[in-house]
C-alpha cells in the first residue's frame, strides 16, 4: 500500500485517509463539516440519515465529484439487498455511492455480498467491502467472490490497535478502516500521559496525535463529532509526521479493549 499525502492507495483502490463519520449527526452538522474542509462521509442505512447526506452535500454547492461518500447496509438474501441499495439510492437521491459495505455479518453474507457485486456492475456504487468481518468472515467472502472486497471498516484505536487484522488485510490488498480511532465514549484516554507528552512534543492535540499515529501506519480513519471546533483539530494532522520513537511508545498503549465487544466474533484471538 502507498500512503501519499491525504489518500490510501492499494493495487485495486485508491480512497482517503480521513473521514467524516455521520453516526448520530444531522444535515446542518454534516454541513458544518463539508465547510470546515470534510469531503469525505461516512453514512449508513442504518444512521437514517443517507437523505441528509445528500441534502448537505446540495446545501454546500460543491459538486458532487468532489466528495467520496460511504454507505453500509443490514440485510437478507440476494433479492432483498438489492432492494435495499435501491432504497438508499432513493434516499440519497438517484446519485450513486463510492462505496458500499456490508455493515455486519450476518448468516447469508455471501449472498449479501452477490448482491453488492451486481450493484457495482450496475454503476450504483463504485466499490464494494466489509465492516466488521473477522479473519474467517473475511476468507469466506473472499475465496467465495468475484469482485474482492476494497475495504474492512473494524474497531481501531489506540486501546485495541488491530496489527494482525491489518497485516492480513494488507496480504488480501485491502484497505483497513477504523471505525472510532478516538474510542469515542472513553474519553480518559486523553488524559494518558503518553499520549499528552508526545502531543505537547508536537503542539498538538491527543486526539490529532492518535489519528496521525494511525494514518501514519497506513489505516483510514473515520473521527465522529458534532462540534466545529472539534471538526476543524481533527481535519489538522496533514502538516506533521510523528518520530519512529513515539509511534514505538503509542504502540505500546495496545491493551486490546474493546469498547463494546460487538461483533463478538472480532474478540477471536486470531484478530490480535
Not at 31 to 56: F, M, S
Not at 127 to 140: C, H, T
Not at 183 to 193: P, T, V
Not at 241 to 261: A, F, H, Q, T
Request: glycine share 2%; charged share 30%; proline share 2%.
Amino acid at each position: 500500500m502507498n500512503f501519499s499525502d491525504k489518500t490510501l492507495e492499494t493495487k485495486r483502490f485508491k480512497m482517503p485517509v480521513l473521514w467524516f463519520w455521520t453516526y448520530k449527526v444531522g444535515k446542518n452538522k454534516i454541513l458544518d463539516a463539508i465547510n470546515v474542509w470534510y469531503r469525505h462521509i461516512d453514512t449508513a442505512q442504518y444512521y437514517e440519515n443517507e437523505k441528509e447526506v445528500w441534502q448537505a452535500i446540495r446545501a454546500s454547492w460543491i459538486d458532487r465529484k468532489e466528495f467520496f461518500v460511504t454507505t453500509k447496509l443490514i440485510t437478507e438474501w440476494y433479492e432483498n439487498t438489492l432492494k435495499w441499495v435501491d432504497k438508499s439510492l432513493q434516499e440519497f437521491w438517484y446519485d450513486y455511492f463510492d462505496l458500499i459495505l456490508i455493515h455486519w455479518p450476518l448468516w447469508d453474507d455471501i449472498n449479501i455480498y452477490k448482491a453488492l457485486e451486481t450493484a457495482y456492475k450496475q454503476w450504483k456504487c463504485r466499490a464494494i467491502g466489509l465492516s466488521n468481518f473477522n479473519k474467517d468472515l473475511f476468507l469466506e467472502i473472499y475465496e467465495n467472490c468475484e469482485i474482492k472486497p476494497v475495504v474492512n471498516q473494524i474497531e481501531t484505536h489506540v486501546m485495541w490497535q488491530q496489527w494482525k487484522m491489518h497485516e492480513f488485510l494488507e496480504k488480501y490488498d485491502c484497505i483497513h478502516e477504523s471505525r472510532s480511532p478516538l474510542w469515542q465514549w472513553n474519553f480518559w484516554l486523553f488524559e494518558n500521559e503518553t499520549l499528552i507528552k508526545i502531543a505537547q512534543k508536537y503542539g498538538k492535540t491527543v486526539a490529532q496525535i492518535m489519528l496521525r499515529f494511525f494514518i501514519q501506519n497506513n489505516v483510514v480513519v473515520i473521527p465522529r463529532t458534532s462540534h466545529i471546533e472539534r471538526m476543524k483539530e481533527n481535519s489538522e494532522v496533514f502538516d506533521f509526521i510523528l518520530d519512529e520513537e513515539d509511534i514505538i511508545e503509542i504502540k505500546k498503549l495496545d491493551k486490546k479493549i474493546s469498547y463494546g465487544n460487538r461483533p463478538e466474533s472480532m474478540r477471536k484471538e486470531q484478530n490480535y
